[in-house]
T-cell receptor
Framework: GAVVSQHPSRVICKSGTSVKIECRSL??????MFWYRQFPKQSLMLMAT?????????EQGVEKDKFLINHASLTLSTLTVTSAHPEDSSFYIC????????????FGPGTRLTVT | DAKTTQPTSMDCAEGRAANLPCNHS???????VYWYRQIHSQGPQYIIH???NNETNEMASLIITEDRKSSTLILPHATLRDTAVYYC????????????FGKGTTLSVSS
């Protein structure tokens, strides 16, 4: 089956620093990738839609200058949390969309970000 | 906003069938019903999806009512490893359409 990886799986950073999270589709090409975040005991919230070679589309309330998304190739999208603060601590999950059939989405294992 | 309604939680005995209901009364004609599950602290896992016919795969069966306003996910023989949050999502079949998650159903399987 389709595999999506994320790196790192866990990261702890100090307040004010930036953190980059990578999302890779390992055995298929993904024109579109999606970024979600999940706070404890809550559901996944869509942050942005990332299209290869173009600017990401952000959901209402998500700061595009704080959450920088780059989708430079058909297998890699990155999310950079800039000037991280404790309230950015969350579980960040990406998904990659297949290019055939019913455009199923496959999720990465998630990245646990803790900002101290 | 999510277009589905699911019970908050359900319990199931190990080895029995788990039947998880979902209401999606405002589903459009071109929207599919998708089911994903999320085990604690992991990314969601695809289970099954369908348009109007019932579907079955190695993980589960999906029963969609004739009017498509509701569906049921069936895990035929639940195991402890099936304990998870199950999400029912309706989504159009166009490229680039995100999955919008509701609150899901927390299924607890016990021995």
């Amino acid at each position: 089956g389709a595999v999506v990886s994320q790196h790192p799986s866990r990261v702890i950073c100090k307040s004010g620093t930036s953190v980059k999270i990578e999302c890779r589709s390992l055995d298929f090409q993904a024109t579109t990738m999606f970024w979600y975040r999940q706070f404890p005991k809550q559901s996944l919230m869509l942050m942005a839609t990332s299209n290869e070679g173009s600017k990401a589309t952000y959901e209402q309330g998500v700061e595009k200058d704080k959450f920088l998304i780059n989708h430079a190739s058909l297998t890699l999208s990155t999310l950079t949390v800039t000037s991280a603060h404790p309230e950015d601590s969350s579980f960040y999950i990406c998904s990659a969309e297949g290019t055939t059939g019913s455009y199923e989405q496959y999720f990465g294992p998630g990245t646990r970000l803790t900002v101290t | 906003d999510a277009k589905t309604t699911q019970p908050t939680s359900m319990d199931c005995a190990e080895g029995r069938a788990a039947n998880l209901p979902c209401n999606h009364s405002t589903i459009s004609g071109n929207e599919y019903v998708y089911w994903y599950r999320q085990i604690h602290s992991q990314g969601p896992q695809y289970i099954i999806h369908g348009l109007k016919n019932n579907e079955t795969n190695e993980m589960a069966s999906l029963i969609i009512t004739e009017d498509r306003k509701s569906s049921t996910l069936i895990l035929p023989h639940a195991t402890l490893r099936d304990t998870a949050v199950y999400y029912c999502i309706v989504r159009g079949n166009q490229a680039g359409t995100a999955l919008i998650f509701g609150k899901g159903t927390t299924l607890s399987v016990s021995s």
